[in-house]
């Protein structure tokens, strides 16, 4: 495994680490400078190429969504190395159970998912979540792991059953994901693809512990569709991100 001083080593021009920002199983981020331009530099462990994540379809989706200006612009990528440089965007992270909330930025919150949700999923997409609920099958196979899985996967096939078509989502949307500058912007895409829209709503609500007064601030900019914003199909939703979140922290313990 190359080391970090031989992966800065191996990016063209002028690389320069600055801080840390994160340290994970899966990679370690950093705050750093490339060819005069304030970045974030993410290095991948091996553990990564074992995860259902693929880079080159993280890359070709934030390229494909640049236009709506809600995530940050790609500056270099290699994925044989794991790397991966995006350009820094300077804000604040959201609180959480924060009344500061107020209707406004609320409001901006449901329009910029709704931007994102509403773009066409892009053509030979992969349907990274899928493929993220395979690989944990395979590696929860431990009787009372299985048994969390099962639980989870037959909830999610209920929650389909409602009609709702598939949209480009996040699918991490967590209050670490969401940075605010005078709007806002969505962190790290390396689940994203098609998922049904109450995953996003779901996450973003159970992460930021929103009251049912602000969800109804968020629905609003989210063009008035009640239906993904009625208390009891969020509670369900946030039961699945509940199983969803402890299945994810054992399959990372045991690919680690």
Known sequence: MQSV??????IPGKCILE???????????????LNDIQAVIRLDFSAA??????????????????????????????????????EYIPGAQLPVASKQFNAETLYQLGSTLYSLHSHPIPKNSVDIFSDS????????????????????LDLYRELLRDGTNKVLSHNDLH?????????????DWEYAGMNHPCFDIASIVKSLQLNQSQINEMSLGYKFSNKLFHRDKLHQWIE???????IWKISVAKIS
């Open 240 to 246: 699945f991100v509940d199983y969803l979140d402890e």
């Open 175 to 187: 209050q670490g994901n969401l940075l605010w500058n005078q709007k806002y912007y969505f962190l």
């Open 133 to 152: 609920m395979l690989l944990y099958q395979s590696l929860l196979d431990g009787t009372s792991e299985k048994s969390l899985f099962n639980k989870a």
């Open 5 to 10: 001083l031989e992966k800065i080593k191996s």
């Open 49 to 86: 190429s074992r995860l259902a994540i693929d880079r080159q379809h993280e890359v070709n989706l934030l390229k494909d969504i640049s236009h709506l200006d809600l995530a940050p612009k790609v500056l270099y990528s290699d994925f044989s190395a794991g790397i991966l440089i995006w």
């Open 19 to 33: 801080h840390e920002l994160s340290l994970s199983s899966i990679s370690n981020i950093y705050l750093g400078i």
